[in-house]
Every structure is written in structure tokens, then in C-alpha cells.
């Protein structure tokens, strides 16, 4: 009788603890530490220190790539923007789209392209090589204050291509504004 009980008990709890596990929970931020494929995520943290692979991956909210940590992204959806702070390095690749804005900023090295940002690509106070080339740009192409060089090739842009206290000074050619090419990167 005492197996019956134990059983019964063992059985009640395992019931019990069940519902506390399908109770609803929704989690809008997700942490990516290796690689995540075509699916579909509300935002997306890539933690410090971290390395995250995307391939085909949509966002419907804000991917933020935290303090060493590096991200390469390729044929990504992002329905917000692509904020990159500290991080070691952060690449937006082949066929991505980011309906807000890329925005890398006191890092190391970024990469954005052959992808459509519909707003701006924000480059800012980063230490390791550039690269900013064959995008679509809704918004203007800002690289500031940043150390490792730059190269900005064949971007379209609808605002304006901005460089300035950049050392050493951007490289860059075929660049499309549809407002200004400023300081140094008027030539381009």
C-alpha cells in the first residue's frame, strides 16, 4: 500500500509541476550564443562575449549585440534595428534587410554589405576596419570619429554620405546621394 502512495504521489506531482511549465510565459528577448537559422524571434541579444551566426533568421524587434561580443549575420530580416555597443565585431551580409537603422558604435570592426537599411548606417568611435559596400540605404551613411579605417564603395543612399574626424581617412568610390557628400567623404 505504502508503493501505492508513493506512486500516486509521484504521479500528482509530476501533474502539478507540469502545469507550472506550460503556464503562459512569453519571453520577447532571446540570447544567441553560437548560430540560429530561418526562424523567427521577437529581439534578439547576442551576449557579452558571445559569437552569433545568423543565417536567414527573422527579428521582429531589436537585435543588440552587447559589450565583446560579435555578430555575422546573413540574409537577416530585422523589423527594428541593428545596435551594437563594445562589441568585438558586427557584420550585416548578403541580402539582409533592416527596416530601422545599423547603428555600431565605440566597437572594433563592422561590416554592412550587399543589404537594404531602411533608415541609416551609423558608424561611430569604432577601432578596427570599416566596410561599407553595394547597400541601399533609406536614411544617410554616417562614419565618425572612428580608427581603423574605412572603405565605402557603391552604396545608394536616399540622405546623405558623412564622414568626418576619421584617421585615417575613408577610402571609397560610386557612392550615391540623394543629399550630400560631406568632409571626407565628398569625393566619393
Known sequence: MNKKVLLGGVVLGALLGGVGLVSP??????????SLRAVTVDNLRVPAGATCRLTGTKVKGTLKVERGATLIARGVRV???VQAENAKAVSVLAGSHV?????VKQG???????????SDIQLDANR???K??????GGSIQVVGNKGGAQINRNTMKGNLQ???????PT???????GNKEDQCRRF
Open 132 to 137: 561599407v559596400d553595394s547597400n541601399r540605404v
Open 128 to 130: 578596427r576596419y570599416l
Open 172 to 178: 571609397g568610390k560610386g557612392n550615391k546621394a540623394g
Open 79 to 81: 523589423e527594428g534595428n
Open 163 to 169: 564622414c568626418k574626424e576619421n584617421s585615417p581617412r
Open 99 to 103: 527596416k530601422g537603422s545599423v547603428q
Open 25 to 34: 510565459a512569453v519571453a520577447d528577448e532571446r540570447s544567441c550564443r553560437k
Open 108 to 118: 572594433g570592426a563592422a561590416t554592412v554589405t550587399s543589404s537594404r537599411v531602411d
